[in-house]
């Protein structure tokens, strides 16, 4: 008897639901080769749920999410909502609620830029010949996005907005750990983020990094300021292996990461919360991408960080290593044959430009 996994799918506004199809079609077809069971169950979330019920995260969201090993993420937001109250907003009103009722502390976002892709990276070729894959741990439930007090109130006759950045030791030393443990199993690189010259909190982030390091040998352990590590992932991309950062730092950087790898439209993440003992870990996982409604309903969005996605949740949450690595396997061969999205379609020689549904049928085909 085949083993049976609950899923909570949340496909979102704009291209989530397209590309979400996609991710559904490649993991029937995983079902069939693994001998799994997807118990997929679809919810409303963000600008979809708003329309339907008048709240970004209903209830019976959030429960379907509580009783699924985990939750496939498309995404929220849009030109329609963004006129809302800021805690009514799709991504206010449910992305971070998420995070937090689940406890999804650590952001893993991988920046991986394929041999056969360099052409769509804005940096020149030079830096990132081969390619190069880089894994941001940005840590997400602290920082200045969730400390108090917060406000915009009126001081001596002008308004003054009032965001505080708080971190505690424990907050710090768990992400750390996260990351160290992630390089352990890659280049055996960290490179950690902060602006510990201006900030207390990166006096404190620094010092316990470097302590969280001191059980982790085999790792090397190396830190950059925030403004120097913006300039230094242009200038030399290939030479970091897990970038770990705040909150903040690392919402902004793993962009920028994004970016030189080609297209957001390749790179999945995960949100994971502690780990169940088993070395699995409940998560949310959702393309770095977002909503992009300027294209929604076309068919011609990339699928494909959907699909990776779903990759890490096989990986990550339930443990399916292997039917992971045949996605992973299936996407770099796709793109090996030449066929993109228009989002990296150059009109080079060789190369085939698909719609959504096609690049998703060429992964399931690959399996």
Known sequence: MSKSYQIAVLAGDGIGPEVMAEAKKVLARIAELHDVDFQLEDKLVGGAAIDDSGSPLPEDTVAACEKADAILFGSVGGPKWENLPPDQQPERGALLPLRKHFGLFANLRPAVCFPALTHASPVKEDRIAGGFDVLCVRELTGGIYFGEPKSIEEVDGEKVAIDTMVYKQSEVRRIAEVAFTAAQGRGGRVTSIDKANVLRNGILWRETVEEVAKNYPDVKLDHLYVDNAAMQLI?????????????????????????????????????????????????????????????????????????????????????????????????????????????????????????????????????
């Open 235 to 367: 200038t030399r991309p290939r030479e970091f292996d897990v970038v770990l950062a705040p909150n903040l730092f690392g919402d902004i950087l793993s962009d920028e990461m994004a970016m030189i790898a080609g297209s957001l439209g390749m790179l999945s993440s995960a949100s994971l919360g502690e780990s169940k003992g088993d070395g699995l870990y409940y998560g949310m996982y959702e393309p770095s991408g977002g909503t992009a409604p300027d294209i929604a309903g076309q068919g011609i969005a990339n699928p494909i960080a959907q699909i990776l996605s779903a990759a890490m949740m096989l990986r990550f949450s339930l443990g399916l290593n292997e039917a992971a690595e045949a996605i992973d396997a299936a996407v770099k061969a796709v793109i090996d044959d030449g066929l993109r999205t228009g989002d990296i379609y150059t009109g080079s020689e060789g190369q085939t430009k698909v719609g959504t549904a096609e690049m998703g049928d060429a992964i399931v085909a690959k399996l």
